[in-house]
Protein backbone atom coordinates (compact mmCIF):
# COMPACT_ATOMS: atom_id res chain seq x y z
CA UNK A 1 0.00 0.00 0.00
CA UNK A 2 1.41 3.47 -0.94
CA UNK A 3 2.25 5.76 2.30
CA UNK A 4 1.23 9.61 2.26
CA UNK A 5 4.33 12.01 1.71
CA UNK A 6 4.07 12.30 5.69
CA UNK A 7 4.24 8.76 6.06
CA UNK A 8 7.23 8.67 3.74
CA UNK A 9 9.17 11.48 5.44
CA UNK A 10 8.68 10.11 9.15
CA UNK A 11 9.57 6.68 7.82
CA UNK A 12 12.74 7.94 6.77
CA UNK A 13 13.49 10.64 9.35
CA UNK A 14 13.10 7.06 11.91
CA UNK A 15 15.68 5.37 9.67
CA UNK A 16 12.95 2.89 8.11
CA UNK A 17 12.55 1.43 4.73
CA UNK A 18 9.39 3.73 3.37
CA UNK A 19 7.79 2.05 0.10
CA UNK A 20 10.24 4.07 -1.82
CA UNK A 21 12.86 7.13 -0.96
CA UNK A 22 11.19 10.22 -0.61
CA UNK A 23 12.43 13.62 -2.68
CA UNK A 24 11.25 16.62 -0.89
CA UNK A 25 13.33 19.66 -2.17
CA UNK A 26 14.91 21.46 1.08
CA UNK A 27 14.61 24.59 -0.73
CA UNK A 28 13.14 25.64 -3.84
CA UNK A 29 13.70 29.28 -4.73
CA UNK A 30 12.70 29.63 -8.51
CA UNK A 31 9.15 27.49 -7.82
CA UNK A 32 8.58 29.60 -4.18
CA UNK A 33 8.85 33.05 -6.49
CA UNK A 34 6.56 32.07 -9.13
CA UNK A 35 4.26 30.91 -7.08
CA UNK A 36 1.06 32.92 -6.41
CA UNK A 37 1.21 32.04 -2.79
CA UNK A 38 2.62 29.62 -0.47
CA UNK A 39 -0.25 27.45 -0.49
CA UNK A 40 0.44 27.58 -4.77
CA UNK A 41 4.19 26.99 -4.01
CA UNK A 42 2.71 23.24 -2.42
CA UNK A 43 0.00 22.65 -5.18
CA UNK A 44 2.96 23.19 -7.48
CA UNK A 45 5.05 20.82 -5.87
CA UNK A 46 2.73 18.08 -4.99
CA UNK A 47 1.62 18.34 -9.29
CA UNK A 48 5.26 17.30 -9.64
CA UNK A 49 5.17 14.08 -7.82
CA UNK A 50 7.19 15.89 -5.38
CA UNK A 51 7.31 14.84 -1.47
CA UNK A 52 6.16 18.28 -0.65
CA UNK A 53 6.15 19.57 3.27
CA UNK A 54 4.73 22.66 4.99
CA UNK A 55 7.01 25.12 6.65
CA UNK A 56 5.36 27.55 9.45
CA UNK A 57 5.06 30.34 9.58
CA UNK A 58 4.29 29.79 5.62
CA UNK A 59 6.73 32.56 3.80
CA UNK A 60 5.31 34.79 1.26
CA UNK A 61 7.16 34.06 -2.40
CA UNK A 62 7.89 37.68 -2.57
CA UNK A 63 9.25 38.43 1.03
CA UNK A 64 11.48 41.53 2.37
CA UNK A 65 11.65 41.92 5.66
CA UNK A 66 14.72 42.93 8.00
CA UNK A 67 15.22 39.09 8.59
CA UNK A 68 15.55 38.18 5.01
CA UNK A 69 17.81 35.11 5.77
CA UNK A 70 15.81 33.93 8.78
CA UNK A 71 12.90 32.04 8.06
CA UNK A 72 9.87 31.88 10.58
CA UNK A 73 8.75 34.42 13.01
CA UNK A 74 9.08 37.46 13.29
CA UNK A 75 12.11 39.28 14.61
CA UNK A 76 10.95 42.15 17.37
CA UNK A 77 12.97 45.31 18.57
CA UNK A 78 12.35 46.45 22.08
CA UNK A 79 9.64 49.36 21.90
CA UNK A 80 12.48 51.55 22.88
CA UNK A 81 14.65 51.31 20.15
CA UNK A 82 14.87 53.56 17.51
CA UNK A 83 16.67 53.33 14.01
CA UNK A 84 18.44 55.48 11.57
CA UNK A 85 19.74 54.82 8.34
CA UNK A 86 21.41 57.06 6.24
CA UNK A 87 24.10 57.02 3.22
CA UNK A 88 27.41 58.86 3.08
CA UNK A 89 30.46 58.94 0.83
CA UNK A 90 32.71 55.70 1.07
CA UNK A 91 36.14 55.00 -0.91
CA UNK A 92 35.21 52.92 -3.91
CA UNK A 93 31.46 52.76 -3.59
CA UNK A 94 29.05 54.52 -1.07
CA UNK A 95 28.38 53.71 2.60
CA UNK A 96 25.04 53.01 4.03
CA UNK A 97 25.28 53.56 7.59
CA UNK A 98 22.17 52.07 9.95
CA UNK A 99 22.26 52.80 13.55
CA UNK A 100 20.19 50.81 16.64
CA UNK A 101 20.00 53.84 19.76
CA UNK A 102 18.86 51.34 22.76
CA UNK A 103 18.57 52.29 26.25
CA UNK A 104 21.94 50.18 26.48
CA UNK A 105 23.72 51.75 23.93
CA UNK A 106 24.13 53.00 20.11
CA UNK A 107 24.81 49.89 17.41
CA UNK A 108 25.89 50.91 14.13
CA UNK A 109 26.54 48.83 11.31
CA UNK A 110 28.04 50.29 7.77
CA UNK A 111 28.12 48.30 4.44
CA UNK A 112 29.31 49.01 1.15
CA UNK A 113 27.05 49.24 -1.37
CA UNK A 114 28.18 47.39 -3.79
CA UNK A 115 26.34 47.23 -7.54
CA UNK A 116 24.84 43.57 -6.67
CA UNK A 117 23.50 45.17 -2.99
CA UNK A 118 19.64 43.77 -3.34
CA UNK A 119 18.19 46.83 -0.33
CA UNK A 120 18.16 49.57 -1.63
CA UNK A 121 19.38 52.09 0.62
CA UNK A 122 18.00 50.03 3.75
CA UNK A 123 19.92 47.29 5.87
CA UNK A 124 18.82 44.79 7.06
CA UNK A 125 18.98 43.21 10.54
CA UNK A 126 19.52 39.60 9.61
CA UNK A 127 21.09 39.16 6.00
CA UNK A 128 24.06 37.40 4.16
CA UNK A 129 24.64 39.91 2.10
CA UNK A 130 25.65 41.52 5.16
CA UNK A 131 28.68 39.99 5.72
CA UNK A 132 31.19 40.73 3.17
CA UNK A 133 30.22 43.90 2.52
CA UNK A 134 30.56 45.14 5.89
CA UNK A 135 32.78 47.60 7.22
CA UNK A 136 31.36 47.62 10.26
CA UNK A 137 29.37 44.95 11.92
CA UNK A 138 26.75 46.24 14.69
CA UNK A 139 28.36 43.87 17.61
CA UNK A 140 31.94 45.33 18.47
CA UNK A 141 33.01 43.96 21.76
CA UNK A 142 31.18 42.71 25.53
CA UNK A 143 30.57 46.53 26.00
CA UNK A 144 27.81 46.14 22.84
CA UNK A 145 25.92 42.67 24.48
CA UNK A 146 23.54 44.65 26.47
CA UNK A 147 22.65 46.88 24.08
CA UNK A 148 21.79 43.56 21.33
CA UNK A 149 19.75 42.29 23.95
CA UNK A 150 17.34 44.78 23.00
CA UNK A 151 17.19 43.78 19.33
CA UNK A 152 16.75 39.90 20.41
CA UNK A 153 12.97 40.65 21.97
CA UNK A 154 10.96 37.04 22.27
CA UNK A 155 7.80 37.77 19.65
CA UNK A 156 5.03 39.93 20.84
CA UNK A 157 1.75 38.22 21.57
CA UNK A 158 0.42 40.02 18.62
CA UNK A 159 3.14 38.49 16.19
CA UNK A 160 2.58 34.80 17.53
CA UNK A 161 -1.23 35.50 16.96
CA UNK A 162 -0.64 36.59 13.42
CA UNK A 163 1.93 33.84 12.50
CA UNK A 164 -0.83 31.11 14.04
CA UNK A 165 -3.62 32.64 11.94
CA UNK A 166 -1.41 33.10 8.68
CA UNK A 167 -0.82 29.31 9.45
CA UNK A 168 -4.26 27.64 10.00
CA UNK A 169 -4.44 27.48 6.01
CA UNK A 170 -1.00 25.67 5.32
CA UNK A 171 -1.91 23.33 8.47
CA UNK A 172 -5.35 22.55 7.06
CA UNK A 173 -3.50 21.41 3.89
CA UNK A 174 -1.20 19.74 5.76
CA UNK A 175 -4.29 17.58 7.12
CA UNK A 176 -6.07 17.06 4.11
CA UNK A 177 -3.19 16.10 1.99
CA UNK A 178 -0.52 14.53 4.83
CA UNK A 179 2.12 16.16 4.56
CA UNK A 180 5.17 16.41 7.06
CA UNK A 181 4.25 20.23 8.69
CA UNK A 182 8.13 21.85 9.50
CA UNK A 183 9.16 24.48 11.49
CA UNK A 184 11.93 26.95 12.23
CA UNK A 185 14.61 28.33 11.47
CA UNK A 186 16.68 28.40 14.81
CA UNK A 187 20.10 30.17 14.41
CA UNK A 188 23.13 29.70 15.82
CA UNK A 189 26.07 30.94 14.78
CA UNK A 190 25.08 32.59 11.24
CA UNK A 191 23.76 34.70 13.64
CA UNK A 192 27.22 35.69 14.81
CA UNK A 193 28.18 36.33 11.49
CA UNK A 194 25.85 38.70 10.51
CA UNK A 195 25.87 40.95 13.69
CA UNK A 196 29.30 40.36 14.48
CA UNK A 197 31.19 39.04 11.50
CA UNK A 198 32.72 35.80 10.76
CA UNK A 199 36.43 36.57 10.93
CA UNK A 200 36.43 38.18 14.93
CA UNK A 201 34.21 34.70 15.36
CA UNK A 202 37.05 32.40 14.43
CA UNK A 203 39.76 34.01 16.24
CA UNK A 204 37.65 35.03 19.30
CA UNK A 205 37.48 31.24 19.95
CA UNK A 206 40.89 31.66 20.84
CA UNK A 207 41.25 34.96 21.56
CA UNK A 208 38.24 35.56 23.52
CA UNK A 209 36.13 32.29 24.19
CA UNK A 210 33.91 33.49 27.27
CA UNK A 211 33.55 36.32 24.72
CA UNK A 212 32.18 34.51 22.53
CA UNK A 213 29.91 32.22 24.40
CA UNK A 214 28.16 34.86 25.65
CA UNK A 215 27.54 35.82 22.62
CA UNK A 216 26.22 32.74 21.36
CA UNK A 217 24.55 31.96 24.62
CA UNK A 218 22.34 34.98 24.39
CA UNK A 219 21.60 33.94 20.98
CA UNK A 220 20.92 30.33 22.15
CA UNK A 221 18.07 31.92 24.88
CA UNK A 222 16.47 33.90 22.27
CA UNK A 223 16.39 31.25 19.46
CA UNK A 224 14.85 28.72 22.11
CA UNK A 225 11.55 31.29 22.96
CA UNK A 226 11.11 31.43 19.48
CA UNK A 227 11.63 27.53 19.47
CA UNK A 228 8.96 26.82 21.97
CA UNK A 229 6.12 28.76 20.13
CA UNK A 230 6.42 26.69 17.02
CA UNK A 231 6.51 23.89 18.65
CA UNK A 232 3.67 24.42 20.14
CA UNK A 233 1.99 24.45 16.80
CA UNK A 234 2.67 20.99 16.39
CA UNK A 235 5.42 20.25 13.74
CA UNK A 236 6.80 16.88 13.00
CA UNK A 237 10.11 18.35 12.52
CA UNK A 238 11.61 21.17 13.78
CA UNK A 239 15.21 22.91 11.61
CA UNK A 240 18.03 24.95 12.29
CA UNK A 241 20.43 26.70 9.91
CA UNK A 242 23.78 26.12 10.75
CA UNK A 243 26.33 27.11 7.57
CA UNK A 244 28.28 28.61 9.28
CA UNK A 245 29.50 26.14 12.05
CA UNK A 246 31.07 23.37 10.08
CA UNK A 247 34.90 23.26 10.41
CA UNK A 248 35.86 26.05 8.27
CA UNK A 249 34.98 27.95 11.27
CA UNK A 250 35.49 25.69 13.99
CA UNK A 251 37.98 22.74 14.68
CA UNK A 252 36.11 19.92 15.66
CA UNK A 253 37.59 20.69 19.37
CA UNK A 254 36.55 23.94 18.61
CA UNK A 255 32.65 22.71 17.91
CA UNK A 256 32.41 20.05 20.39
CA UNK A 257 33.33 23.21 23.19
CA UNK A 258 31.24 26.03 21.72
CA UNK A 259 28.14 24.43 19.44
CA UNK A 260 27.37 21.02 20.63
CA UNK A 261 26.31 22.20 23.71
CA UNK A 262 24.08 24.61 22.05
CA UNK A 263 22.62 21.80 19.67
CA UNK A 264 22.25 18.82 22.15
CA UNK A 265 20.01 21.44 24.48
CA UNK A 266 18.11 22.05 21.06
CA UNK A 267 17.65 18.83 19.62
CA UNK A 268 16.40 17.74 23.34
CA UNK A 269 13.84 20.73 23.19
CA UNK A 270 12.44 19.47 20.37
CA UNK A 271 12.51 15.85 21.36
CA UNK A 272 10.65 16.84 24.56
CA UNK A 273 7.81 18.15 22.35
CA UNK A 274 7.28 15.19 20.19
CA UNK A 275 9.24 16.51 16.98
CA UNK A 276 12.24 15.55 15.43
CA UNK A 277 15.36 17.90 15.07
CA UNK A 278 17.34 19.17 11.46
CA UNK A 279 20.29 20.55 11.17
CA UNK A 280 21.22 21.99 7.78
CA UNK A 281 25.24 22.34 6.97
CA UNK A 282 26.09 21.43 3.68
CA UNK A 283 30.14 21.27 3.07
CA UNK A 284 33.11 20.65 5.81
CA UNK A 285 31.09 18.67 7.93
CA UNK A 286 32.40 15.18 7.33
CA UNK A 287 35.11 16.01 10.40
CA UNK A 288 31.86 16.42 12.83
CA UNK A 289 29.74 13.32 11.96
CA UNK A 290 30.02 11.65 15.00
CA UNK A 291 29.12 14.41 17.19
CA UNK A 292 26.28 15.28 15.41
CA UNK A 293 24.79 12.02 15.80
CA UNK A 294 25.65 12.52 19.35
CA UNK A 295 24.28 15.42 19.87
CA UNK A 296 20.77 13.91 18.94
CA UNK A 297 20.12 15.51 15.61
CA UNK A 298 17.34 13.43 13.52
CA UNK A 299 18.62 14.35 10.06
CA UNK A 300 21.39 16.20 8.54
CA UNK A 301 19.94 18.55 6.35
CA UNK A 302 22.37 19.35 2.82
CA UNK A 303 24.71 16.25 2.35
CA UNK A 304 26.46 17.29 -0.97
CA UNK A 305 28.15 15.21 -2.97
CA UNK A 306 30.73 17.26 -4.23
CA UNK A 307 31.55 18.30 -0.01
CA UNK A 308 30.26 15.02 1.60
CA UNK A 309 32.12 11.48 1.19
CA UNK A 310 28.35 9.63 0.51
CA UNK A 311 29.41 6.29 1.33
CA UNK A 312 31.07 6.91 4.09
CA UNK A 313 28.36 9.77 5.86
CA UNK A 314 26.00 6.69 5.24
CA UNK A 315 28.32 4.46 7.04
CA UNK A 316 28.74 6.28 10.09
CA UNK A 317 25.32 7.83 10.21
CA UNK A 318 23.41 4.63 9.26
CA UNK A 319 19.98 4.50 11.97
CA UNK A 320 21.36 7.19 13.72
CA UNK A 321 21.05 10.15 11.59
CA UNK A 322 18.88 10.93 8.36
CA UNK A 323 20.51 12.25 5.42
CA UNK A 324 18.59 14.54 3.28
CA UNK A 325 20.53 15.89 0.00
CA UNK A 326 22.50 13.40 -2.60
CA UNK A 327 22.57 15.80 -5.54
CA UNK A 328 24.41 19.37 -6.18
CA UNK A 329 21.37 21.86 -6.39
CA UNK A 330 23.91 24.85 -8.22
CA UNK A 331 26.77 22.82 -9.98
CA UNK A 332 24.25 19.95 -11.66
CA UNK A 333 21.10 21.43 -11.63
CA UNK A 334 21.38 24.75 -12.14
CA UNK A 335 24.45 24.80 -14.61
CA UNK A 336 24.75 20.75 -15.66
CA UNK A 337 23.38 18.24 -18.22
CA UNK A 338 20.49 16.23 -17.64
CA UNK A 339 22.67 13.24 -18.40
CA UNK A 340 24.98 15.13 -15.10
CA UNK A 341 21.55 14.70 -13.21
CA UNK A 342 20.69 11.96 -13.72
CA UNK A 343 24.27 10.38 -12.69
CA UNK A 344 24.21 12.04 -9.03
CA UNK A 345 20.74 10.76 -8.67
CA UNK A 346 21.52 7.10 -9.07
CA UNK A 347 25.44 7.55 -7.11
CA UNK A 348 23.05 8.68 -4.12
CA UNK A 349 20.43 6.55 -4.52
CA UNK A 350 23.15 3.35 -4.52
CA UNK A 351 25.27 5.03 -1.66
CA UNK A 352 22.30 7.02 0.25
CA UNK A 353 19.07 4.99 0.04
CA UNK A 354 20.19 1.56 1.22
CA UNK A 355 18.31 0.88 4.98
CA UNK A 356 16.31 3.72 4.54
CA UNK A 357 17.38 7.10 6.21
CA UNK A 358 17.62 9.07 3.30
CA UNK A 359 15.88 11.76 1.25
CA UNK A 360 16.87 12.85 -1.59
CA UNK A 361 17.25 17.12 -2.68
CA UNK A 362 19.34 19.03 -4.79
CA UNK A 363 21.49 20.78 -2.10
CA UNK A 364 20.84 23.36 -0.74
CA UNK A 365 18.73 25.28 -3.26
CA UNK A 366 17.36 25.95 -7.05
CA UNK A 367 17.30 29.41 -7.18
CA UNK A 368 17.46 30.17 -10.85
CA UNK A 369 13.90 29.86 -13.47
CA UNK A 370 16.02 29.17 -16.29
CA UNK A 371 14.96 26.90 -19.52
CA UNK A 372 18.73 24.65 -18.18
CA UNK A 373 17.32 24.09 -14.28
CA UNK A 374 13.97 23.60 -15.12
CA UNK A 375 14.93 20.49 -17.49
CA UNK A 376 17.46 19.40 -14.95
CA UNK A 377 14.60 19.60 -12.12
CA UNK A 378 12.71 17.50 -14.76
CA UNK A 379 15.46 14.90 -14.66
CA UNK A 380 15.76 14.57 -11.42
CA UNK A 381 12.30 14.19 -11.22
CA UNK A 382 12.38 11.15 -13.67
CA UNK A 383 15.45 9.51 -12.11
CA UNK A 384 14.36 9.74 -8.92
CA UNK A 385 11.54 8.34 -10.06
CA UNK A 386 13.31 5.37 -12.12
CA UNK A 387 16.13 4.43 -9.29
CA UNK A 388 13.63 5.33 -5.76
Not at 75 to 93: A, T
Not at 349 to 370: K, W
Amino acid sequence: MAMSSRERLISALAHQNPDHTPCAFMLHGALHKSSRNYLDFIDRQLAMGLDAFVELPPRAPHTVNDHYNLHGLPVSYHPDVVICEFKQPGLNEPLLVKEYHTPAGMLVCEVRQTDDWRWGDHVPFLDDYIIPRATRFPLGSEEDLAALQYLLQPPTDAEINAAIQESQPVLTKARQEDLLVAGGWGVGADMVGWVYGLNPMITDAYDRPDFLKALLGMIADWNRKRMSILLEMGLDLYIKRAWYENVDFFSPKKWREFIYPILKADADLAHQAGAKFGYIITARAMPLLEMIAEAGVDVLIGVDPHTFDLAKAKAMLAGRVCLWGGVNGHLAVEQGTPEEVQAEVRAAMEQLAPGGGFILSPVDNVREDTPTANENVRALIRAWQEFR
